[in-house]
């Protein structure tokens, strides 16, 4: 018997270790379904780093659904999970450590024993993650869990090197890159926060050449560069600084000559309309230093100071310090015009927090811009489906406009890139020493030393070859042939092009073939005020206390049921609390059954029923099971989520079960079993269509309902191999349908106009269609029972006097007679007084939210609950109105 309460920590666990047991995660077919093909999806790799957040929360969930459908439908399916070495926050976290027990850091410790200790935190710590997932419900194929640090995986990373290298595709070159002062290291765009920020915007007066007297003002928030400037620039059709243009100007302290260009990135809208170039220390700059070939000169070391090359007292400077000193030797000199304040964006280390800096270093770099033209092709000619659209555009733009991919980092922790130095610095890439060394010797003609790369590989080098890394590749595994190329990739819109553009651009270059037919991009859970979460905002949501509070039945549910295309999840607990109230609803509803010895039976038969309310359940249950593939075909987990809910709860919950029960304690022993019958085979197929979203409660349901039915997780899909078509009957639905919307509103007038709950009100029905009425006399009885009725009168005339209150409804209109139920002049006066109170409400809070001085100093929150406070308090005045009309 099922407990009576709901308690979803008491059947987790042991369901999910049951599943695990019995091998339900294999991809493997189901046996008898060997020729229904394949289904295949790689689980977006976390960091080994990292605990599981609302953004996994929603990845996750929205994959695992597709895994148990297709799982349930028989396909092979193969979802290969999987955790990422996560480069420089691992790295990040054992040098904490080693500082926190007072042990020696990563470059006295040296290279060998830190990545011994990286290793051993990996094996005690790495794997938080996989727990949580566990916890979340997820059923990958476990027994093929990889790390992108394992041996399989970086034999293929450094095959790729190789033959990319070979390709010219991949080379060393001195470029700009985002440097961190506090790591030392490159790091990707993807690892930068763009913090928006009040500074300074510095007016400085720079000197023309031979012109005496005459200067050029530039506007600047970073001063301390200008050691680095070696050119200004001004539009070519801004007229102030026409006869400037071809001209020189001295820059301050250094009094290096520079040259005036015209260049359209200058804006003569912005500051003075001259900018000043320091092609060393910004993206811009180096483009326009390349298109006017300026010089490049470096003047910040890699910890952020200034070079020791520079005059006193600047050299060595610390930057911040450096800006202070020359802004105030500029003061001195008369070189500033003028100081703004200005908010401007500042690059911010994800990891360090360390404002970045513009860094001009070797590195090496992919041709990224080479592999771009399969990978923009496959995305319009129906080899790779990216959804929403919104996704492609977005797609397009960033490879039509894609720069070198700069992939060395100078850490210690990754793939050490597989490239060898001579003693004349000659580069030999190969896949191992030994072959580097045959490189060298027939370089040289002789043995001799070799010193390896100390950097190590982007971590996204090695997620871009993902889809087939973890299928065995090099090697032609019998997974590889099977299940590459994939049938979809779930993941979120802001990693479209760190991850998958570069998993398209690798799979084609390697396999060519694309790496995953269909991409779905879901959009980011936010808080409740739709702000995105941070642990600075302090706004983060913790998923495994959401699942302690709710379930994880009601968490799964919640995002999928948010989860529209291109539309962010503004998440609240009481949204969650809502779909456990959902699932407590399913949970008495099999209590219900059980009390009525109810069962599923596999022997059911939808033809042999005789009474008209199992045939109208039947047909309405098959429209939710292909409600929910056609859902599922287009990625709409929302409508996916809203079929089952609207049939489990509105369908079958609040009306079938409602239905049923006249006959369970008043019909024939006939009726009685056919009704249990299908009360039982319908909550069956219920529950295997919810599985794939709440996997737990439809399990333990389950088990009850059916103890000799298997594991659900592996039962088949309801009606595959059935005629769906003949299971439908459009006129008793019609029928069935109606009546609902009839009570429903019958219920809605009594409500509003105050009818006791007990007490039973005639009811005179005026119908459109005669025939329809006819069609739907035998229901009377079923209609005064859920309405309340004391009498249901079929009339073609509507009654005539005072004391009658309309419920209308497609087709018909139902008089409700309540002059002997309540004093209609009292209830007039009730509800008088009530819309006075709340215009009076309304009026306070449209002044409120009309004072200036309130919503500009008001936080957001404030603001916005007093916004829904208005639409409530006017929804409610619509109601009162209407209650009041009725009665009038």
Request: aromatic share 10%.
């Amino acid at each position: 018997m099922l407990e009576k309460n709901y308690t979803p920590k008491d059947i987790e666990e042991k369901h999910y270790k049951a599943w695990e047991d019995s091998g339900a995660f294999k991809a493997t077919a189901r046996p008898g379904c060997e020729d229904k093909g394949t289904f295949s999806i790689m689980m977006p790799p976390p960091n080994v780093t990292g605990n599981l957040h609302m953004g996994h929360a929603l990845n996750y969930t929205l994959q695992d659904v597709l895994v148990r459908y297709h799982r349930m439908r028989g396909f092979a399916t193969l979802w290969q999970p999987g955790t990422d070495h996560a480069g420089i926050a691992t790295q990040m976290i054992v040098e904490r450590k080693l500082a926190k027990a007072g042990e020696p850091g990563r470059r006295e410790m040296g290279r060998e024993k830190f990545l011994k200790r990286i290793w051993q935190w990996k094996e005690e710590s790495g794997g938080a993650i996989i727990q949580q997932q566990r916890r979340l419900g997820l059923t990958p194929d476990w027994s093929r869990q990889r790390f992108t640090l394992d041996e399989g995986l970086s034999a293929a990373v450094r095959k790729i090197f190789v033959q990319l290298h070979n390709d010219g595709l991949i080379y060393r070159h001195k470029r700009l890159v985002n440097w961190d002062p506090k790591l030392l290291t490159a790091v990707s765009d993807l690892e930068v926060d763009t913090v928006e920020k009040e500074g300074n915007l510095w007016y400085i007066k720079y000197d023309i050449l031979e012109d005496s007297g005459r200067t050029i003002t530039v506007a600047t928030t970073r001063p301390e560069t200008l050691f680095g400037d070696t050119g200004i620039a001004v539009h070519p059709k801004d007229e102030r600084y026409q006869d400037l243009i071809g001209k020189k100007a001295i820059v301050p302290f250094v009094n290096r000559e520079i040259p005036i260009v015209a260049d359209e990135h200058s804006d003569p809208e912005k500051g003075t309309g001259a900018v000043k170039i320091t092609p060393a220390h910004d993206f811009n700059d180096f483009d326009v230093g390349a298109r006017h070939n300026l010089e490049t000169i470096t003047i910040l070391d890699e910890h952020g100071c200034l070079i020791s090359d520079l005059p006193a007292p600047f050299a060595g400077l610390e930057r911040f310090a450096a800006r202070k000193l020359v802004i105030k030797e500029l003061e001195n000199l008369g070189k500033i015009e003028k100081i703004e304040t200005t908010v401007h964006s500042v690059p911010h280390g994800e990891r360090s927090g360390e404002i970045l800096e513009p860094r001009l270093t070797d590195q090496w770099f992919v041709n990224a811009e080479a592999l771009t033209k399969e990978a923009l092709a496959a995305a319009h000619d129906g080899r790779t489906k990216i959804m929403p659209e919104s996704g492609l555009n977005t797609y397009d733009h960033w490879l039509k406009n894609i720069q070198p991919w700069c992939i060395s980092r100078q850490l210690w922790w990754g793939h050490q890139i597989p490239a060898w130095y001579g003693p004349d610095q000659e580069i030999f890439v190969a896949e191992t020493v030994e072959e580097a060394q045959a490189l060298a010797e027939n370089h040289y003609g002789k043995t001799v030393d070799l010193i390896q790369e100390t950097d190590v590989l982007d971590t996204w080098f090695s997620s871009a070859l993902w889809p087939f890394s973890t299928l065995g590749w090099p090697e032609k595994t019998k997974e590889l042939e099977q299940f590459y190329t994939t049938s979809c990739l779930i993941t979120g819109a802001d990693i479209l092009f760190f991850w998958v553009a570069r998993m398209m651009m690798m799979g084609l270059y390697v396999m060519k073939e694309v790496p995953f037919k269909d991409v779905f991009l879901h959009a980011l859970v936010r808080d409740e005020q739709g702000q995105k979460m941070s642990k600075t905002k302090g706004n983060v949501i913790d998923p495994l206390r959401v699942m302690d509070t709710y379930g994880t039945d009601a968490l799964r549910f919640t995002m999928a049921a948010f989860a529209a295309p291109g539309r962010d999840i503004k998440y609240s607990d009481s949204l969650v609390e809502t779909y456990r109230n959902f699932a407590t609803k399913l949970w008495n509803a099999a209590r219900f059954l059980e009390h009525h010895e109810t069962c599923y039976s596999p022997d059911f038969d939808p033809f042999a029923l005789k009474l008209d309310v199992n045939r109208w359940v039947v047909a309405e249950l098959i429209g939710c099971l292909e409600n929910v593939e056609d859902a599922l075909k287009r990625y709409r987990f929302d409508d996916m989520a809203t079929a089952i809910y609207r049939f489990a709860w509105g369908i079958f919950c609040d009306w079938y079960i409602e239905f049923s029960k006249p006959i369970l304690f008043e019909g024939s022993e006939a009726d009685k079993i056919e009704t249990k019958t299908t009360l039982g085979w319908v909550l069956g197929q219920l529950l295997h269509i919810l599985h794939p979203i709440m996997p737990f409660i439809t399990e333990e349901i389950w088990q009850n309902l059916a103890p000799k039915g298997g594991l659900l997780i592996t039962n088949p899909w309801p009606l595959e191999d059935k005629n769906r078509a003949a299971f439908k009957n459009s006129t008793i639905q019609s029928q069935f349908n109606w009546v609902i919307d009839l009570v429903t509103a019958i219920r809605g007038v009594r409500n509003e106009v105050n009818v006791p709950a007990g007490a039973k009100v005639p009811v005179t029905l005026v119908l459109e269609d005669q025939q329809f009425a006819k069609g739907i006399a035998n229901l009377t009885p079923l209609i005064s029972r859920m309405a309340r009725l004391e009498s249901l009168e079929f009339v073609t005339e509507p009654p005539q006097g005072a004391g009658w209150v309309q419920a209308v409804v497609k087709g018909a209109a139902a008089y409700l007679s309540i002059n002997n139920v309540i004093d209609i002049e009292a209830e007039k006066s009730r509800l008088q007084k009530n819309l006075q109170k709340v215009e009076g409400e309304i009026a306070r809070l449209e002044r409120k939210l009309s004072n200036k001085k309130f919503v500009n100093k008001a936080p957001l929150e404030i603001i916005t609950k007093n916004k829904e406070r208005l639409r409530e308090e006017k929804d409610l005045k619509d109601k009162l109105n209407i209650a009041i009309n009725r009665l009038a």
